[in-house]
């Protein structure tokens, strides 16, 4: 069995209130014999001290990270922090952070904290949920490539960590009293879960009928496309970036690895001096690559289909994490979204937050999930 209970505040400057309205809402007496925390919060509730009070009296583990927005339990915002304790008899929980990470060395502080992990457990985890912190030059599938060899592909579901700032400098990964900008949290689970994931970007109608290939990429850094230098490509279909170095980051790469999953889609960062584009996860070789573009009917149209998708599967509690650039795209009624969570999800155990890039399996013809990373994306982990 497993039950999801659900907290916030948006007490940021008395601790002793934050806490004890978090504590006033988590009855402590139906807590199983497993549980851990997962809280998201505006940066400032690290700054004064709120979460560090907050892990010290709860008599469990929490981990998670900093966001832009989050919703819980019918109430969201800005300035908001939000804890949902995962508490089960017959799932166990492991919350470990690895040490910081650098681009020179990533590889050794992930393997850390999943052996801890791992430890903790007695056994290999059945699902991962990772909150990744943002290191220059180490795209997220890197990591999340690493905790696949690790733990024989478990499924991942989790979220770039980000903040209010576009750069996401603020942006830090949470465990108990302990946040770090450059260092990953994750909750590892065992034992009788069997989670379903949800996952929807752009509309069909919203996306190109042209299709090109990729032709040159090396990891996440798409180089050509149709054989032609990226830029050219570009022009070659109407699109231009002044000197191609800004508005680029705003239109979705629909990406298909045709390989039975559903297409991706990815942000291009920035464009390069020489003409190429970091994206926000693996361009493929042979990819087929469509162009998209959002608009707030479309958006709150594929968050509506999702929810009501996830909720017929997931009573006992859901977890749910989109992108924001949504969030961006709905300048006039930002919160537009989490308020459809309140809508749909109703009395059901819910927690969504923001994140700087999204975490999600997607599936195959086999029915089997594939562990991917997207960008403009809605997705939910059900219960």
Do not use: W
Not at 22 to 29: E, M
Not at 220 to 230: G, Y
Not at 265 to 272: F, G, L
């Amino acid at each position: 069995m497993i039950k999801m209970l659900c907290a916030y505040t948006e007490e940021i400057d008395e601790i002793g209130d934050a806490v004890e309205e978090i504590a006033g809402q988590i009855d402590f007496t139906s807590l199983l014999p497993n549980s851990v925390g997962v809280v998201s919060c505006y940066r400032e509730f690290l700054e004064t001290g709120v979460v560090q009070a907050i892990a010290k009296r709860m008599p469990f583990d929490i981990v998670g990270a900093t966001t832009l927005a989050n919703g819980t339990s019918g109430h969201s915002g800005n300035m908001l922090l939000c804890l949902s304790v995962i508490t089960s008899d017959d799932v166990r929980l492991a919350a470990v952070m690895s040490e910081a990470l650098s681009t020179e060395n990533y590889k050794e502080p992930i393997a850390g904290a999943y052996k801890r992990a791992v430890e903790a457990l007695g056994e290999r985890p059945k699902l991962l949920i990772p909150f990744l912190p943002l290191i220059p030059n180490v795209g997220a599938e890197a990591m999340l490539t690493e905790l696949e060899g690790l733990s024989g592909k478990a499924p991942m579901f989790g979220m770039i960590a980000c903040d209010k700032n576009l750069g996401l400098v603020d942006s830090a990964t949470i465990l108990n009293g302990r946040s770090d900008h450059c260092a990953l949290a994750m909750l590892a689970i065992s034992g009788d879960i069997h989670p379903r994931f949800f996952v929807s970007a752009i509309s069909e109608d919203k996306i190109q009928k042209q299709k090109a290939i990729i032709t040159s990429s090396e990891g996440n850094l798409l180089k050509e496309v149709n054989d032609m230098p990226l830029m050219e490509y570009f022009r070659t279909i109407g699109l231009t970036f002044g000197d191609g170095l800004e508005g680029i980051n705003a239109i979705p790469l629909v990406v298909d690895y045709n390989d039975g999953t559903k297409p991706l889609v990815r942000a291009a960062y920035m464009v390069t001096e020489e003409g190429y584009a970091p994206c926000g996860g693996e361009m493929p070789n042979g990819g087929t690559l469509s162009i998209g573009f959002t608009d707030t009917p479309d958006i709150l149209r594929t968050a509506k289909d999702t929810l009501e998708a996830a909720a017929e599967y997931g009573k006992n509690g859901m977890l749910i994490m989109p992108c924001l650039a949504r969030y961006l795209e709905l300048a006039a009624d930002p919160l537009a979204e989490l308020e459809y969570a309140s809508q749909v999800l109703g009395d059901m155990p819910y927690h969504m937050c923001y994140s700087g890039g999204e975490i999600c399996p997607v599936y195959g013809e086999s029915g089997e999930p594939v562990n991917r990373f997207h960008n403009f994306t809605f997705i939910a982990c059900a219960f």
